[in-house]
């Protein structure tokens, strides 16, 4: 099982509370972000160029807490920059545990080993450690040598002690079909819980722009990837929002599915753009001009993005819209290896290239990621 049956009930009733209530637009995961600094500078990330005098501030444990009241969401995602460097991140886990929030502390692991002495194992804790493949291409990605090193033995110890561990992934163009499956091989072997995977976003601040996958590059990308899959790969991330990675479902994008507060207020209209600040949750939900985002909103920004933060409440809304739905989440969580032989030609041409080259660097470790795991996915 990929995640707990308590996380998954939560997950349920939540949402089918929200449709019994006939509320359209509602939170699945609160995205917040407490600090933008981070001790890595990625050449594709969107959240670390800000001026110092704001790298220096950080959100307070109240703040936090009544960020994550003020929304409701059953799920708390704590990204950055690098959420452990925050002076006060063991009380603000704390508090949120104490909540009863399912938290993913969204780290790069370089310092998870020496801090995992603050927190205690708990069904409501996990450590979700970015990492964008195997150990060449990770090290390249976040721009400094020696990271996989360290985060794999940070990974090894967190389970060891029990802490619940998820890793989440982001790929980009240039990404090999082969080598994201090996790196699958290689989280499976050291026993996280379950992976994520998404295509990354053209940060408009990011450092390097010519690395960001197209909407039917994406689809081909994770067709490959993700067709003829292993069983023992455990994903925490809705099935349904995985076929349409792989290009076999449409689904428009649903921003307020995982809204974002930082140090500015409540972000518009999602995690991925900065178009204004509201004060309230309130006032971010009901005065934000959703409808000029997404895929069918013509906007430009919006074109070419399938990242989760959008599309994965997409997919869950789709399961619990009805029989339907669920029927489909149910056929994808059993039938979930897709035989597909063209894929599986796509694949050993892409063993062939193994090893000849790198993705483009891609987003901010630790920084850039949203967990929504929702149900158990395809666990084995």
């Not at 049956?5 to 019994?20: E, H, I, N, P, R």
């Not at 195997?134 to 110890?157: L, M, S």
């Not at 792989?246 to 209209?269: A, D, V």
């Not at 949750?281 to 919006?302: D, L, R």
Request: charged letters at 20%.
């Amino acid at each position: 099982m990929a995640v707990p049956v308590s996380q998954m009930w939560t997950v349920a009733s939540y949402v089918l509370s929200q449709k019994f209530k006939g509320r359209k637009r509602y939170p699945l995961v609160l995205q917040l972000e407490p600090l933008f600094r981070c001790n890595l500078a990625c050449a594709g990330c969107g959240k670390i160029q800000y001026p110092a005098h704001i790298l220096k501030k950080h959100l307070s444990p109240e703040q936090c807490f009544k960020a994550a009241e003020e929304c409701g969401a059953p799920m708390v995602a704590i990204p950055g920059g690098e959420p452990l460097m925050h002076p006060q991140i063991q009380e603000i886990v704390q508090g949120l545990v104490a909540r009863k929030k399912y938290i993913y502390v969204c780290t790069n692991a370089l310092l998870l080993k020496e801090k995992l002495d603050l927190f205690t194992p708990s069904k409501y804790l996990s450590f979700s450690v970015h990492m964008d493949g195997i150990e060449e291409n990770h090290d390249f990605a976040v721009c400094r040598d020696g990271t996989y090193k360290t985060a794999v033995e940070a990974i090894r110890e967190a389970v060891k002690r029990g802490f619940r561990v998820t890793t989440n992934c982001t790929l980009f163009r240039g990404a090999n079909a082969a080598e994201v499956r090996q790196f699958f091989d290689e989280m499976t072997a050291l026993g996280v819980e379950a992976m994520m995977v998404s295509p990354g976003y053209s940060y408009s601040k990011a450092p390097d722009q010519n690395g960001f996958l197209g909407r039917e590059q994406t689809k081909e990308l994770f067709s490959t990837i993700l067709s003829n899959r292993k069983k023992e790969w455990n994903f925490n991330q809705s099935p349904l929002f995985l076929e349409f990675l792989m290009g076999k479902r449409e689904y428009e994008c649903t921003p307020w599915g995982i809204p974002t507060y930082n140090i500015f207020g409540w972000q518009k209209p999602c995690y991925l753009l900065q178009e204004g600040y509201a004060d309230t949750f309130k006032e971010m939900m009901e005065e934000t001009a959703f409808e000029e985002y997404g895929q069918a909103s013509g906007n430009p920004k919006c074109s070419n993005c399938m990242v989760h933060c959008g599309y994965e409440p997409s997919a869950v809304n789709h399961t619990f819209s009805g029989v339907g739905g669920m029927w489909a989440t149910v056929k994808a969580m059993v039938f979930n290896t897709y035989a597909n032989p063209a894929a599986k030609g796509k694949l050993a041409e892409a063993e062939k290239t193994k090893g000849r080259g790198h993705a483009v660097p891609t987003a901010a470790a630790g920084g850039t990621k949203v967990e929504l795991t929702v149900m158990a996915g395809d666990a084995a």
